[in-house]
């Protein structure tokens, strides 16, 4: 059974468009992270958010901690060819992190 | 700053031959070290990681070993490639509240 389930496992759309990306757990977590990976290259981080209920945003991405802090949202408004990627989320848990399995957006000129 | 580099960036490896892949870290000291692997397109599969010189965690018991011989300095090893090793192998520094990832080796095993 996976830690970290993340939903959609893949998107298309189009250039100006909005999208949500899931990530959810049956566990509570003390925090969670959002990296986004290019083809080829590592992930890199975007956020991380500790506190239940937490809105942080970054340029059009949004991200918010569920209030139980048991699941995550990443919302990105007016999506660009830039924005394509692989979306993962993560968690700490002993010192080490667990990672979903990802969505895998693709933004279409 | 901190960087952290990693390579080579691809490799191409015969079934049996040995394997050494290195990872070292900048402008930090004491960092924990990662060796994470990568199917396509997928999430991250934790390896090995380290929390100090000659200190070594191993999560999935596999083909692979892990060595820390410096405090900046991660090198993950085998003595005899499997096909199933194939993938993208990532280093990483954790910092607190997130990774510094490593730019990736992909490794082919034929």
């Known amino acids: 059974t996976q830690l970290l389930e993340q939903s959609p496992q893949f998107l298309s759309i189009q250039e100006g468009e909005n999208l949500t990306v899931y990530c959810n757990s049956s566990s509570v977590f003390s925090s969670l992270q959002w990296y986004r990976q290019e083809p080829g290259e590592g992930p890199v ?36 060819p830039g924005d394509t990627g692989l979306y993962l989320c993560a968690v700490e848990d002993a010192g080490k992190s667990t990672f979903g399995d990802g969505t895998t957006l693709t933004v279409k000129p | 700053s901190q960087t952290i580099h990693q390579w080579p960036a691809t490799l191409v490896q015969p079934v049996g031959s040995p394997l050494s892949l290195e990872c070292t870290v900048e402008g930090t000291s004491n960092p924990n070290l990662y060796w994470y692997r990568q199917a396509a397109g997928r999430g991250l599969q934790l390896l090995f990681y380290s929390v100090g010189i000659g200190q070594i965690s191993s999560e999935v018991p596999q083909n692979l070993s892990a060595s820390r011989p410096q405090d900046r300095q991660f090198i993950l090893s085998s003595k005899k490639l499997l096909l199933s090793d194939s993938g993208f192998y990532l280093c990483a520094w954790s910092f607190g509240w997130g990774y510094t990832f490593g730019s990736g080796t992909r490794l082919t095993v034929v």
């Open chain 1, 45 to 80: 981080l975007l956020v991380t958010v500790v506190t239940g209920g937490e809105v942080k945003k970054l340029k059009r991405l949004t991200f918010q901690f569920g209030d139980a802090r048991k699941d995550s949202s990443l919302h990105i408004t007016a999506a660009q």
